[in-house]
Antibody, heavy 118, light 113 residues
Framework: QVQLQESGPGLVKPSETLSLTCGVSGYSISSGYYWGWIRQPPGKGLEWIGHIYHSGNTYYNPSLKSRITISVDTSKNQFSLKLSSVTAADTAVYYC???????????WGQGTLVTVSS | DIVMTQSPDSLAVSLGERATINCKSSQSVLYSSNNKNYLGWYQHKPGQPPKLLIYWASTRESGVPDRFSGSGSGTDFTLTISSLQAEDVAVYYCQQYYTTPYSFGQGTKLEIK
């Protein structure tokens, strides 16, 4: 079955860059679909960050657009998120997910907590 | 951007009773060319990732119990749990995928009365 797993540092210093990778198993990214990132700050709701198509086309949430880069590595069957110039407001559980062409997310990673603190 | 607003923020229902959660979008998410509502529902339990329950506003994802149903069109949608079970305690989110940035409602916390 399709499985996704986030990996990356759990602690990032303010003004630095948050980097996460999502490894995918059970499905080849190059076969299709979008691959997205969603986050949940502590005590708050879900925020859609952005997605990348298997071909490499991206869309980012305008609220974060100037700081985000999402990339895909089909040879490793993984995709990545970079968020620059982080602040405490970027502290959240970050989820990666497979997103169907129409838009809903049917498979999710377990999520990883990233804390921004000095 | 489309703003999604859920009501109520929290809800307590007795076991076996019906639970109803509402979701309103700031603009229609009905795509006229295919007559589909670009609206999904997710269940989110602590320590777990969100789980897709419903897409196209009313289509149950494979494996989702039939006590979960979705309805509505245009800007007003409802998630109904026909007979609440203990394992249904969670936060429920609606999400529009009509246009990017895809957006979620603020969530509705469902508890047992």
């Amino acid at each position: 079955q399709v499985q996704l797993q986030e990996s990356g540092p759990g602690l990032v210093k303010p003004s630095e860059t948050l980097s996460l990778t999502c490894g995918v198993s059970g499905y080849s990214i190059s076969s299709g679909y979008y691959w997205g990132w969603i986050r949940q700050p502590p005590g708050k709701g879900l925020e859609w960050i952005g997605h990348i198509y298997h071909s490499g086309n991206t869309y980012y949430n305008p609220s974060l657009k100037s700081r985000i880069t999402i990339s895909v590595d089909t040879s490793k069957n993984q995709f990545s998120l970079k968020l620059s110039s982080v602040t405490a407001a970027d502290t959240a559980v970050y989820y990666c997910a497979r997103q169907r062409d129409s838009g809903w997310s049917d498979y999710w990673g377990q999520g990883t907590l990233v804390t921004v603190s000095s | 951007d489309i703003v999604m607003t859920q009501s109520p923020d929290s809800l307590a229902v007795s076991l076996g009773e019906r639970a109803t959660i509402n979701c309103k979008s700031s603009q229609s998410v009905l795509y006229s060319s295919n007559n589909k509502n670009y609206l999904g529902w997710y269940q989110h339990k602590p320590g777990q990732p969100p789980k897709l329950l419903i897409y196209w506003a009313s289509t149950r994802e494979s494996g989702v119990p039939d006590r979960f149903s979705g309805s509505g069109s245009g800007t007003d949608f409802t998630l109904t749990i026909s007979s609440l079970q203990a394992e249904d305690v969670a936060v429920y989110y609606c999400q529009q995928y009509y246009t990017t940035p895809y957006s979620f409602g603020q969530g509705t916390k469902l508890e047992i009365k």
